[in-house]
Structure formats: C-alpha cells, structure tokens
C-alpha cells in the first residue's frame, strides 16, 4: 500500500503566488504521475471525499492506471443541481457550509473556517470532538482548505456520460449519518457507472473511514478481494 499527501497538503508547501491554478484535475494529473513514477499500474484507488474526486478524475482521463476505486463520498457538489431533490440540498450547503467557511478563511481565521467545514460535512460538534492530535493535523492543512473553498474550479468537470469508460469495479461507500447530499450523489454515481455496487457502513457520517474503522475495513478488504 502507499498512502501520499497531495500537492499542497502537510507537509507539502502551502499554495503560493505562481502556483498552478487549484483544480481537481491538477491533483488528479498528480496521481496519474505518482501510479506511473512507482510503476504501480493497474492500481486500486482507495479514497474518501475529496480524494474520491481526484481519484474519480484521474480514472476517466487515465483508465489503464486502474484496476479498481473504492470512493467513499466524493462531494460532487455540481452534481446536485441536476439530481431529483438534489436542489435544495446543494443550496443550503452552499449557504450554510462552503460560503461561511469562505468568509471565516478571507477573515483571517482558519480555525473557524475549519471547523464550519467539517462540521456541515460531518456533523454539528466534529471539529471539538477531535484529539488534540486530529485538530492539529487539520489546522497544518488550513491553507490548502482555504485555496479549496476558494477555488472556482475545484470540483471535476465530469458528467455522467463521462463514466462510461469506467469498466472497472468500483465500490461506493456511504456513511449511515452522513448528509442527505452524499447519499444523492453516490446513488447518481452508481447509476452511471458501470461495474458500481454500493455499501452503506454503520453508524458513521462523512469521515467513515473514521467514523467506523472496522466496518469500513471490512467492506473495502472484501471488495479488493474480488478485484
């Protein structure tokens, strides 16, 4: 297995006057040349939110680099716009998550913007639940959120035609308590791609990985299993 921290990710330079424009398809560009500079194709992409985009990016433009994606999540926000009661959803996310936590970086105060963020994603209270430990790790990765909600263009431009080249297994993960808006999504995604089954673990909200180890554990060693 290797696990790696995307570009502008702790502790990786924070991003800079003159870097390239903040996009998922730049990480996924990243992770193409990360599987082929280790020699690792066909690779199985495992990931959770965020990351499920870049992974979900880098398979449609580089198919032969993947065996399988395991996506936990991906916050295809766009998405939601042309999903049957996806409308409302993305509006109040939009408005009660993504736009305060905008605000809360702009004012200089990345602790708050943090904490807006995961707790809209994850759940009221997620930031001061975290260790010490947890909390920290968030705030080394401040910069990067802050140019993530900043971005116009951070979310892939992907539809669902799109997937079709995806003959690959794919197994989508949703978390039991997670948002309304992540279930939509991933019952869109599994709609449009081919080889997708979906699995809900227990018990947990976004950050399933998190939320409930051993279950997401579980699910993703018996899904490789069958690869």
């Keep these: 297995m290797v696990a790696y921290s995307r570009r502008y990710h702790h502790p990786n330079a924070a991003p800079g006057a ?3 424009a903040y996009t998922a398809a730049l990480h996924a ?4 040349g990360l599987i082929e500079a280790l020699d690792l194709a066909p690779a199985h992409l495992v990931s959770s939110s965020f990351g499920g985009c870049v992974a979900l990016q880098m398979a449609v433009a580089r198919p032969e680099l993947v065996r399988s994606l395991v996506l936990a999540e991906p916050p295809l926000i766009p998405w939601l716009e042309h999903i049957s ?3 409302l959803p993305a509006a109040a996310f939009y408005a009660e998550v993504w736009r305060p936590a905008q605000l809360a970086f702009k004012d200089g ?3 708050d913007g943090i904490r807006l963020f995961l707790d809209g994603v994850v759940g009221r ?6 260790s010490p430990s947890g909390q920290c790790m968030l705030l080394d990765n401040a910069a ?8 116009p263009d951070i979310f892939p ?11 690959r297994p794919v197994l989508l993960l949703d978390g039991e308590l997670s948002p309304r808006l992540f279930h939509l999504i991933n019952v869109e995604l599994a709609r449009c ?3 997708a089954v979906q699995t809900v673990i227990p018990h947990t909200s976004h950050a399933i990985h998190v939320g409930n180890p051993p279950s997401y554990q579980a699910a993703v060693r018996e899904f490789l299993a069958r690869c």
């Design 18 to 20: 003159g870097d390239p």
């Design 29 to 32: 560009a990243d992770l193409a």
């Design 85 to 87: 009661g996806g409308a």
């Design 109 to 111: 105060d990345p602790e």
């Design 125 to 130: 209270g997620a930031f001061d639940r975290l």
């Design 144 to 151: 990067e959120m802050q140019a993530e909600t900043l971005s």
């Design 157 to 167: 431009a992907l539809i669902c035609a799109d997937l079709a080249v995806l003959d």
């Design 193 to 195: 791609l081919p080889r």
